[in-house]
């Protein structure tokens, strides 16, 4: 059996980073042929950094997917501080809620936003209205269950009394939780916030229907470059964009490691009757 699931890992593993590691030696190729290797190359990098239009529309990307990921961070941390505080059944209830956006496809949400934004559009006599307000507001939208349920559990295993000895010592609310609540959830923070900009950054199908000519972001155009022959800076493109949500992913990772051994050396300490700070 242990063996079995050895090999099924392994096969997963290899099903999911092989065709990476067949576009990133793509990207050094010198043949615009995947499957014929001529010779190692820069050029395919160095076409994508002069490009005029795939640049730009990066840019574009990481404009909407920061300012979404901070928006929908600060709304989903005091959305999520508001359901904390609610009934045993009233909190089980919202979190329901909350996870249907997540369940639900990408394709309905995206069809729904651009419904939505249509009708808005009518009500306000606005013949245009799909643009970079509408983009931001749907990736605000589908990023907000993802910070609400990184936030959630930092919450729930902080201890409720921290913050009634804080106003004991003469702490204000607003002070209580800036000093303590914010300190203990604030890797639950961060890990929503991260994970919130990688899902913004490479989001296709919701951003599809909710785009304005004025403002289109890169998974969108790369759609309509996979209509045609791809050019090798694509597969540049792509290494690279891989290795930036890798990178922020094993940030995410090293966080919450460091977060969990943080709460296992202060459960240590409190057993041993040592002081936890």
Known sequence: MKKASKVVTVLVFVFL????LVLMIGSFNSSSDLVVFKSFTMDNYRALFAD?????????????????????????TAATL??????????????????IP???PEIVTGVSLALLFAFAGQLMKIKSILGFWTLLIAHITFNLPYVILSVQPKLTQMDPNLTKAAMDLGCTPV????????????????SGALMAFTMSLDDFVISYFVYGPNFVTLPVEIYNYTKKPLHPKIYALFTLLFLA???????????????TARQRNSRQKARAGQPTV
């Open 245 to 259: 949500i890798l990178a922020v992913m094993l940030l995410m990772n090293i966080l919450q490691a460091r977060d």
């Open 52 to 76: 005029g239009v795939l640049l730009p529309l990066l840019l574009n990307s990481l404009i909407i997917s920061v300012i979404a990921s901070l928006a929908s961070t600060v709304l989903g």
């Open 17 to 20: 980073y092989v065709p990476m």
């Open 82 to 99: 508001g359901i904390h505080r609610m009934g045993k059944r009233m909190r089980r209830f919202t979190m329901f809620l909350t996870n």
């Open 102 to 104: 997540m369940t639900n």
């Open 175 to 190: 002070q209580a939780f800036f000093k303590v609540v914010l300190h203990e959830i604030l890797p639950g923070i961060i």
